[in-house]
């Protein structure tokens, strides 16, 4: 049994969540309900920053924090809300083929993250390895539900969740990115976020659905 | 002590001379049915004693027979694991012996005639008894096939039926491509070892690579002979259609000494067992446990459905063995031999359950001549005492307290749930999900016999033949009764049990299991007394104790005869009652992705039917692409045969010289 | 193992099990009372359920005459296996006799026993409405009962032990901690007692609307001391997934030692500790709406999901390689 101190129980049971709300993500099936259960990941993603910065005393984590929560928390969510009413998805539900199968095979890669992960030597912060094991897996599940899932937004959003598990990552492994790298990544992100807004309304436009297996059709190779 | 070979050599004998005396059934009559069942009764108290003798001393003889080749003579050898497994077969040869004559009554009359089933019960009995106390490979693998051959006989004993015969051609095929594998496998340990002699196989000082080898080749043929999945199809085709006292000799025994070998050979004979072999066996039996009870839910053939549970249960066992390796892989001694001790009490459990369950099955197919479930209901009221004895096997089967079946599964997950000793963290999670997994198959089987017990002996009867069915006779009764007794038995003594089986572990891995039994008769703390504790006698008393005082408290107050309630609808009618189809559809829905599922409705002449199949995916996962794989070699061979005499002799010409190429 | 020698313990033992059952009845009239309070009814009395038990004891029992001995026999074998179970969870005082002598895979055990002879009490009389009871109460077992059981060994492993008892000791005694696991544990444990106890929103105990019953539907067919006895063994069950969510998720409080004033607390802890629990239930039962039967699999895969996380984080986060 590890003998942990409170911070990094706290981080422990945070970062748990976190894997939990990506599971959230991989089973949820309305839209709505998935924009919000991203808002929840992004928000606990925050709160692991702050509290790492308090416990390491270093204050250009309260930045990203701050900045992890206005972005991941508030501001795409809020960005992908509007755009599910414009394009009149509120009541959207989507259909998973075999969900208890995808959440299985979710399980799986949370052992595999952390068989992955075992031959890291232990670094200063005990409970750090174990973190980096659930983060890893967070990134996966999020790749995991890009592949899954047909709809363009939830894709956005699993591509987003990934991002939130490189973050956390960055955070516990190495206290947080430069600055530089990090304020890139979030433009990046942000960037990202309102491109994809655009390029939704474009493709809905040109196939007349957010279907991604629609667009199959752009292959050259006949296959119907 | 002395006594122990001859009384096995009796037992071989009995059982060999009943298959003889069976051959004179023509002339003797129902006379050659009593003798021939007799001296199996004579076989199964020999071994039945031998056995005990040897597990009570824990004593190893051993014999050199005046047979077998000049080189090799065969030896016959006795410890504490071959003592355990006569036990088994001596004690469900008894039932068998009891139920025997009144169920072969049916075989007097026409050309199934008596003499090939009772000659080969008689050989395949001799079979297995060989099988136990053979000492080198040789004569094991003799007797091995003696067993194969001689059960694939009994199989195709209704031979009239296409259905029959190509599951004893099924049967045979995969008999055989399994003992080949174990051929294999022996094979390479008695290349390092020098010799067939088992002797020779423990001390081989073997290559880790080719013990994997091995090792793979032993899992392959006991697991396909035990039915492990996927290489199980064989067993729900094979096993319903022989008589039902042979399929409870099949399904209790013969699967058995499949685990007997699998034991033998990875626990005894192969020096350093691995850990990664563990994971391997662990993973097939969670999912031949999972896929089997799953498979039994779809099932309304009885005996079919009760053979697929013996692919759950074969699986139970294989998790035990499984934890056994792992543990023992990584120098966990002491909770191997949990873990081992759980899987043989599983092993001797199902024999007792099972055989009780095809027992059953065979009275109800014997006075209603029905084996579809849905046809039957209400037999509780026409048969009293086989319902009474078909709920105890249900209740043990589905390993419920205080029967026997829970007994061993509790002893598996207090070695699963020891997992917290390993050192690699994936294993540490690996095994409460395995234990987890035994979770879902013991509620499924719950679910099953639920559905079992429900449509076959309550509520109404649903065809004729069985409304007008009756009780057995007193012979086919007392094999029951025998097997509930011994359910009850080990369920509530299990410290006992343990006491016995505590040899076991002592000969083939030098320690015991002293620490089980170390509170008294009472307790059984597989671990220590602080980690868990479990007094079967107690919770029998408590049950009696709860349920008298309960019946005493309210006996007051009459009981009032009337129509059934339901909701005020008309009264029902056994049309009304819900089918095993309709109770298993939820699981069925469920699960779908594990079955291949062709529910249609089909509209003839405005009157609709629906049809539904529900099928094993194992057959189109696995058979298929071998079987087209096999048929497209087959082709291309075929254009060998092209006619021509001539082009034959080339072929001849181009083999001889090749060959001579080579020796030269 | 010292206390099972000590008459004493087994007298407290004794005193424990039959305050499980008689205060059975209570938490489900509190329950009752709670949820109608919340729907701006006055709802029944607080001991309308013994008032029920009482006049159903003392009525005359109607068998169907399609029914079987096991019809009959049902009633004393449900109550009796579930009154077991319940003898074994510690109420007000750890260290029982009666949690070595069957531990806590026994006490799922015993539960399985009793749902066996309530489905096939279900079966026996041959009406549709009891096979389809006995059909979805068999579905949702068998799925919850792993979920269960895996929550469970969460606990065990964090305990090395599988005795109710002593896990409940050792979570008093560890010096106290945030885990993960034991979260996870929580809150599978929470959608299985929901599930195992047939309330909204998996069952509803209040429905006689014929096609959304499932344990109704199965013991439609009793009357009087039978029915009496069925109901109160669902009672019973109802009071064993408190008093183990209470009591081995947040021990504090329960009687370490035998003297009086510790055992006062340890009662007035669990009266407590139920009463918010039995509101919790109230307010959930009252914001929820029942699920079609196949959402049930998807809940419960939440509650399998949930206790896999759990083992998960234990080993994952806790242990360490």
């Known amino acids: 049994m590890l003998q942990l101190s409170l911070t990094e129980q706290i981080v422990s049971v945070l970062s748990a969540v976190v894997l939990f709300s990506s599971f959230a993500l991989l089973a949820q099936v309305r839209?709505?309900?998935?924009?919000?259960?991203?808002?929840?990941?992004?928000?606990?993603?925050?709160?692991?920053?702050?509290?790492?910065?308090?416990?390491?005393?270093?204050?250009?984590?309260?930045?990203?924090?701050?900045?992890?929560?206005?972005?991941?928390?508030?501001?795409i969510p809020w960005m992908l809300h509007r755009l599910i009413r414009r394009l009149a998805l509120d009541r959207h539900v989507e259909t998973i083929p075999y969900p208890a199968l995808v959440i299985l095979f979710g399980a799986g890669l949370v052992l595999f993250s952390y068989w992955v992960v075992l031959p890291i030597e232990r670094l200063g912060f005990a409970a750090t390895r174990n973190v980096i094991a659930l983060t890893l897996a967070v990134v996966l599940l999020g790749l995991l539900m890009m592949v899954v899932r047909r709809q363009v937004v939830s894709q956005v959003i699993g591509f987003m969740s990934m991002e939130n598990g490189l973050f956390l990552a960055a955070v516990a492994a190495t206290k947080g990115m430069p600055m530089v790298v990090e304020l890139g990544v979030a433009f990046d992100v942000l960037v990202a976020a309102v491109l994809f807004g655009v390029f939704f309304l474009q493709i809905r436009e040109s196939i007349d659905s957010l279907d991604v297996d629609r667009l199959n059709r752009l292959t050259e190779a006949e296959t119907e | 002590m002395s006594s122990v070979l001859p009384l096995s050599g009796i037992a071989v004998a009995a059982s060999l001379l009943s298959g003889g005396i069976a051959l004179f059934s023509a002339r003797l009559g129902r006379t050659a049915a009593v003798l021939s069942f007799s001296l199996l009764g004579v076989a199964a108290i020999a071994a039945l004693v031998a056995g005990s003798a040897v597990l009570v001393t824990g004593a190893t003889l051993s014999y050199e027979l005046p047979l077998g080749l000049p080189w090799l003579p065969w030896r016959v050898r006795i410890d504490a694991l071959s003592g355990f497994f006569l036990v088994l077969i001596g004690a469900v040869l008894m039932a068998v012996v009891a139920y025997g004559p009144g169920y072969v009554r049916q075989f007097e009359h026409g050309h199934n005639s008596f003499a090939v089933l009772g000659g080969f019960s008689g050989l395949f009995v001799t079979g297995m008894l060989l099988v136990?106390?053979?000492?080198?490979?040789?004569?094991?693998?003799?007797?091995?096939?003696?067993?194969?051959?001689?059960?694939?006989?009994?199989?195709?004993?209704?031979?009239?039926?296409?259905?029959?015969?190509?599951?004893?051609?099924?049967?045979?095929?995969?008999?055989?491509?399994?003992?080949?594998?174990?051929?294999?496998?022996?094979?390479?340990?008695?290349?390092?070892?020098?010799?067939?002699?088992?002797?020779?196989?423990?001390?081989?000082?073997?290559?880790?690579?080719?013990?994997?080898?091995?090792?793979?080749?032993?899992?392959?043929?006991?697991?396909?002979?035990?039915?492990?999945?996927?290489?199980?199809?064989?067993?729900?085709?094979a096993h319903p259609v022989a008589a039902s006292h042979i399929s409870a000799l099949m399904?209790?025994?013969?699967?058995?000494?499949?685990?007997?070998?699998?034991?033998?050979?990875?626990?005894?004979?192969?020096?350093?067992?691995?850990?990664?072999?563990?994971?391997?066996?662990?993973?097939?039996?969670?999912?031949?446990a999972l896929l089997g009870v799953l498979y039994a839910l779809m099932e309304h053939d009885l005996k079919r459905l009760l053979a697929y549970h013996s692919v759950e249960n074969i699986g139970i066992i294989f998790i035990g063995l499984g934890l056994a390796l792992i543990f023992l892989g990584t120098g966990h001694r002491l909770l191997g031999i949990i873990a081992l001790v759980a899987a043989l009490y599983h092993t001797i459990n199902h024999a007792l359950f099972k055989s009780l369950l095809f027992l059953g099955a065979g009275a109800i197919l014997h006075t209603c001549h029905e084996r579809d479930i849905q046809q039957m209901g209400g037999l509780l009221r026409r048969m009293p005492w086989t319902?009474?004895?078909?709920?105890?096997?249900?209740?043990?089967?589905?390993?419920?307290?205080?029967?026997?079946?829970?007994?061993?599964?509790?002893?598996?997950?207090?070695?699963?749930?020891?997992?917290?000793?390993?050192?690699?963290?994936?294993?540490?999670?690996?095994?409460?999900?395995?234990?987890?997994?035994?979770?879902?198959?013991?509620?499924?089987?719950?679910?099953?016999?639920?559905?079992?017990?429900?449509?076959?002996?309550?509520?109404?009867?649903?065809?004729?033949?069985?409304?007008?069915?009756?009780?057995?006779?007193?012979?086919?009764?007392?094999?029951?009764?025998?097997?509930?007794?011994?359910?009850?038995?080990?369920?509530?003594?299990?410290?006992?049990?343990?006491?016995?089986?505590?040899?076991?572990?002592?000969?083939?891995?030098?320690?015991?299991?002293?620490?089980?039994?170390?509170?008294?008769?009472?307790?059984?703390?597989?671990?220590?007394?602080?980690?868990?504790?479990?007094?079967?006698?107690?919770?029998?008393?408590?049950?009696?104790?709860?349920?008298?005082?309960?019946?005493?408290?309210?006996?007051?107050?009459?009981?009032?005869?009337?129509?059934?309630?339901?909701?005020?609808?008309?009264?029902?009618?056994?049309?009304?009652?819900?089918?095993?189809?309709?109770?298993?559809?939820?699981?069925?829905?469920?699960?779908?992705?594990?079955?291949?599922?062709?529910?249609?409705?089909?509209?003839?002449?405005?009157?609709?039917?629906?049809?539904?199949?529900?099928?094993?995916?194992?057959?189109?996962?696995?058979?298929?692409?071998?079987?087209?794989?096999?048929?497209?070699?087959?082709?291309?061979?075929?254009?060998?045969?092209?006619?021509?005499?001539?082009?034959?002799?080339?072929?001849?010409?181009?083999?001889?010289?090749?060959?001579?190429?080579?020796?030269? | 193992m010292d206390s099972v020698l000590s008459p004493a313990a087994w007298l407290l033992a004794g005193i424990q099990a039959l305050l499980f059952t008689l205060a059975a009845p209570l938490l489900s009239g509190w329950v009752k009372k709670v949820k109608s309070r919340l729907q701006n009814r006055r709802g029944p009395p607080l001991l309308q359920p013994y008032q029920n038990l009482w006049k159903l004891f003392g009525k005359e029992a109607l068998v169907a005459h399609t029914a079987s001995p096991v019809f009959r026999a049902a009633p004393y074998i449900v109550f009796s296996s579930t009154w077991l179970a319940a003898s074994v969870i510690p109420l007000i005082a750890t260290k029982l006799p009666t949690a070595a002598v069957a531990d806590v895979i026994v006490l799922v055990g015993f539960l399985?026993?009793?749902?066996?002879?309530?489905?096939?009490?279900?079966?026996?009389?041959?009406?549709?409405?009891?096979?389809?009871?006995?059909?979805?109460?068999?579905?949702?077992?068998?799925?919850?009962?792993?979920?269960?059981?895996?929550?469970?060994?969460?606990?065990?492993?964090?305990?090395?032990?599988?005795?109710?008892?002593?896990?409940?000791?050792?979570?008093?005694?560890?010096?106290?901690?945030?885990?993960?696991?034991?979260?996870?544990?929580?809150?599978?444990?929470?959608?299985?007692?929901?599930?195992?106890?047939?309330?909204?929103?998996?069952?509803?105990?209040?429905?006689?609307?014929?096609?959304?019953?499932?344990?109704?539907?199965?013991?439609?067919?009793?009357?009087?001391?039978?029915?009496a006895l069925m109901e109160w063994a669902a009672q019973l069950k109802l009071m064993i997934y408190g008093v183990l969510i209470a009591n081995v998720f947040f021990p504090w409080g329960i009687a370490t030692e035998l003297n009086l004033g510790s055992l006062a607390i340890g009662l007035a802890a669990i009266t407590s500790k139920l009463a918010v629990l039995g509101i919790a239930l109230a307010v959930s039962e009252t914001v929820l709406a029942k699920m079609r039967l196949f959402r049930v699999p998807e809940y419960l895969n939440l509650a399998l999901l949930l206790a896999l996380l759990g083992i998960f984080s234990h080993v994952i986060l806790e242990v360490g390689a």
Request: hydrophobic letters at 55%.
């Open chain 2, 132 to 237: 136990i106390v053979a000492d080198d490979a040789f004569f094991f693998m003799v007797a091995w096939e003696l067993m194969s051959v001689s059960s694939y006989f009994l199989v195709a004993f209704q031979h009239e039926n296409p259905a029959n015969r190509r599951a004893a051609f099924l049967y045979l095929l995969m008999a055989h491509v399994g003992g080949l594998c174990i051929l294999l496998s022996y094979g390479i340990l008695a290349g390092f070892g020098g010799g067939f002699a088992f002797d020779l196989l423990r001390t081989a000082q073997v290559d880790a690579n080719w013990a994997t080898a091995a090792f793979v080749l032993a899992l392959l043929g006991f697991g396909m002979k035990a039915g492990l999945v996927p290489l199980h199809v064989w067993l729900p085709e």
């Open chain 2, 387 to 664: 319902g009474l004895f078909f709920l105890v096997g249900c209740i043990s089967i589905s390993a419920l307290p205080p029967f026997n079946g829970f007994v061993s599964e509790w002893l598996t997950f207090q070695a699963a749930l020891q997992g917290f000793v390993l050192d690699s963290g994936v294993l540490r999670s690996l095994l409460p999900v395995a234990a987890a997994m035994l979770a879902l198959t013991g509620a499924l089987a719950v679910a099953c016999f639920v559905k079992v017990f429900g449509v076959v002996f309550l509520g109404q009867a649903r065809s004729r033949q069985v409304r007008h069915a009756r009780e057995v006779s007193f012979g086919m009764r007392a094999g029951q009764a025998w097997l509930a007794i011994l359910c009850l038995l080990l369920g509530v003594f299990p410290t006992v049990m343990v006491t016995l089986m505590d040899a076991i572990p002592r000969q083939l891995l030098g320690a015991g299991l002293s620490q089980a039994t170390a509170h008294g008769w009472l307790w059984l703390t597989p671990v220590s007394a602080a980690t868990a504790s479990y007094a079967a006698p107690l919770v029998l008393l408590a049950v009696a104790v709860a349920w008298w005082l309960a019946a005493m408290l309210l006996r007051r107050g009459g009981i009032r005869q009337c129509d059934p309630w339901d909701c005020g609808f008309s009264p029902p009618d056994p049309r009304m009652q819900y089918t095993a189809t309709a109770f298993a559809q939820p699981i069925r829905r469920v699960f779908g992705l594990l079955f291949h599922i062709d529910e249609r409705v089909e509209t003839e002449a405005g009157i609709a039917r629906h049809r539904l199949r529900v099928d094993d995916r194992s057959w189109g996962l696995f058979y298929e692409p071998i079987v087209r794989l096999v048929q497209g070699c087959a082709r291309q061979v075929a254009r060998l045969q092209s006619g021509n005499a001539r082009a034959y002799l080339g072929w001849s010409l181009g083999t001889l010289l090749v060959l001579l190429w080579i020796v030269s």
């Open chain 2, 251 to 288: 399904s209790g025994v013969m699967l058995k000494i499949a685990v007997y070998g699998f034991v033998r050979f990875t626990f005894d004979l192969v020096a350093e067992v691995q850990w990664s072999w563990g994971v391997a066996v662990l993973a097939v039996g969670s999912f031949s």
């Open chain 1, 31 to 75: 839209l709505v309900a998935a924009v919000h259960a991203f808002a929840w990941q992004g928000a606990l993603v925050a709160a692991v920053t702050a509290l790492m910065a308090t416990v390491g005393s270093e204050p250009h984590l309260y930045f990203s924090a701050v900045l992890t929560l206005g972005l991941k928390a508030l501001l």
């Open chain 3, 112 to 227: 399985a026993l009793g749902r066996f002879f309530l489905a096939l009490a279900g079966m026996d009389v041959g009406t549709a409405f009891g096979g389809m009871g006995s059909s979805r109460e068999t579905l949702i077992a068998a799925l919850a009962e792993p979920a269960m059981l895996m929550a469970i060994f969460t606990l065990t492993m964090t305990a090395h032990t599988t005795n109710l008892s002593s896990v409940v000791d050792h979570t008093l005694e560890s010096s106290y901690s945030l885990r993960p696991s034991f979260l996870f544990a929580l809150g599978a444990m929470l959608l299985v007692a929901v599930a195992e106890t047939g309330r909204i929103p998996v069952d509803n105990p209040a429905t006689h609307l014929e096609l959304t019953m499932v344990h109704e539907a199965m013991i439609l067919e009793y009357s009087g001391r039978h029915l």
